[in-house]
């Protein structure tokens, strides 16, 4: 599948991807921060942003994605970067084509398996009568009678676009509804990645726990974890600073 990007900067590549009802604009500020160093790739992934929809949505689906991009960019090696759903991914695309990554960047995951706790977006998102949607302020209300967080609404509605005329979803509802468990599926290998992995995580979420140290040891022997004081799971949004500079040690040790 050929994916939608940004391409900004000068450098070694690195690729950045998204998390679930995300896009690549939801790093762009992050990327800002980094492109005098790296030339950027940021990936909207399939079923998400402007990338081809497709009733396929598994990590191994994604991490295919991944290789045909960079083969289609003509990147034999590239440093990666990927929050949440997108750090699995890049955890796949690591264990499965190591030699075509340099440093591997996680966001807020670990390998483990997630039991599902987005059924609240979910039923949010699929309340919108998009089909006789009139406004973005009618998908707004309509979501708050399921979420209170103004923040979450926004960035949710980051995925309502107009198409002939009419408002849709960028983001593959039905696919990601039917098959939301996937998205939490345990990254396993038989074989370990090799190269240099930062587990990047807040310090005010639950996402990367200490019981989680050993699940990360056995795939990712060469690693490092750290946790971003005052960052709940959107650690690059609440702490746009601390994430830059974390990544940048990582990256040009």
Known sequence: ??????????????VILHGLFGSADNWLSIAKSLEEHFTLYLLDQRNHGDSPHSDTWDYKAMAEDLKE????????????????????TVMKFALTYPEMVDKLVVADIAP????????????????????NLGS????????????QERG???????????????????????????????VGEVIAAEEPFSGSALFMGGADSEYIQSS??????????????????????????????AVVATINAFLEA
């Open 152 to 182: 979450i609404r926004q960035f949710l509605l980051k995925n309502l676009t107009r198409k002939e005329g009419a408002f849709a979803w960028k983001a593959n509802l039905s696919v990601i509804t039917e098959k939301i468990e996937n």
């Open 69 to 88: 991009f960079m083969e289609a960019e003509g990147l034999k090696k590239a440093s990666f970067l990927g929050h949440s759903m997108g750090g699995k």
């Open 212 to 241: 989680d140290k050993e699940d990360i040891e056995a795939l990712f022997p060469e690693n490092r974890i750290i946790h971003i004081k005052n960052a709940g799971h959107w650690l690059h949004a609440e702490q746009p600073g």
């Open 1 to 14: 599948m050929k994916l939608n990007f940004r391409k900004t900067g000068t450098g070694k590549p690195l």
């Open 112 to 131: 483990r398996a997630y039991p599902v706790h987005h059924q609240n977006i979910l039923e949010a998102l699929n309340a919108v009568d998009i089909e």
């Open 136 to 147: 973005r302020k009618e998908a707004d209300d309509k979501l708050a009678e399921f979420i």
